[in-house]
């Protein structure tokens, strides 16, 4: 049955797909359906066999901070294993190097949340931060795979177990450099490949089922006018956000190729009083722009 079905999508390209990357669809498939989000996890994750995720319940993700940079482009799934192990599942449609730190500030803070009054320091289970960035973010990088914890300088098989932070920079991701991990190339090639401009399923997503599930997931046909409202209102936003980042490091560059402090400065401080205008935090603005927070702040 499976198959005469994947075959029919292949062949007719009959059906219509939304991003799975957008906020609406990105929650409906791994907010809602728990053994699609292990599947991800176990897929992504750097797991031995024995720390395989096997069971998971769902926890209400936090608000975010008061902030109106990039308040679309983060899509957060909580989830905590049987065994106390924390995931934070992210979807990053933008970068800036804040997000770094923040993704870090949101691990510690659900790794210290697990310390009660009569709990000893001994029982606290580690916290894994699996982040999707729709971006390039390490250029000078070949890898697309970003895995930081906590290890000894030297011996580097010495390890403190309790913060993993996972980065994934999905536009660098080509199925044949990780040919070896097939759930991994699977997930990733659904995220990477699967939009509104796709005609013909690739057999090889069909063939898996939690692949083939969440694909079909994210046919438009699935969703209500108002579920599509919400999915144009979503990237619409996405494109206010990256249209000030560009406005932002054009005029930087433009200031810098004047070869003229004044001109730099004069480029800074017009793009400076429109971002603060809209919101954007002082950090994220001295990270486009180059000026000291110090100086954002007197604007």
Excluded at 118 to 128: E, F, K, S, T, W
Excluded at 132 to 144: C, I, R, S, T, Y
Excluded at 191 to 201: A, F, G, P, R, S
Aim: proline share 4%; glycine share 4%; charged share 30%.
């Amino acid at each position: 049955m499976l198959s005469t079905v994947s075959t029919s999508k292949e062949i007719t390209g009959m059906a219509k797909y939304l991003d799975p990357k957008a906020d609406l669809t990105f929650k409906k498939i791994f907010g809602e359906h728990p053994d699609l989000v292990i599947s991800l996890l176990n897929a992504l994750l750097p797991l031995d066999e024995k720390g395989k995720i096997t069971d998971i319940e769902y926890q209400t993700a936090e608000l975010p901070p008061e902030q109106i940079l990039f308040k679309n482009s983060i899509v957060d799934v909580r989830c905590k294993a049987s065994d106390g192990r924390q995931f934070i599942v992210e979807m990053q449609m933008e970068w800036t190097t804040a997000f770094r730190q923040r993704v870090l500030f949101n691990a510690s803070k659900a790794y210290v949340r697990q310390l009660e009054k009569a709990m000893r320091y001994q029982l606290l289970r580690p916290v894994y931060a699996l982040s999707l960035v729709n971006a390039v973010f390490e250029p000078d990088m070949e890898e697309f795979y970003h895995y930081y914890k906590m290890v000894h300088e030297e011996h580097t098989e010495k390890v403190i177990d309790g913060l993993n932070l996972v980065f994934v920079e999905l536009p660098k991701f080509r199925p044949q450099t990780v040919s070896e991990k097939k759930m991994m190339v699977l997930w990733l090639r659904f995220l990477t490949e699967i939009d509104e401009n796709t005609k013909q399923v690739p057999a090889e997503l069909l063939e898996d089922p939690d692949v083939s599930r969440a694909i079909n997931m994210v046919e438009e046909s699935a969703y209500t006018e108002t579920e599509m409202a919400a999915y144009d209102k979503f990237w619409d936003a996405i494109r206010v956000e990256q249209a000030f980042v560009d406005e932002a490091e054009i005029r930087y560059e433009i200031g810098k190729e004047k070869g003229r402090e004044e001109g730099i400065e004069q480029a800074n401080m017009a793009i400076v009083r429109r971002m603060k205008g809209k919101g954007f935090s002082t950090q994220d603005i001295a990270d486009m722009t180059g000026l000291p927070p110090e100086d954002i702040d007197s604007l």
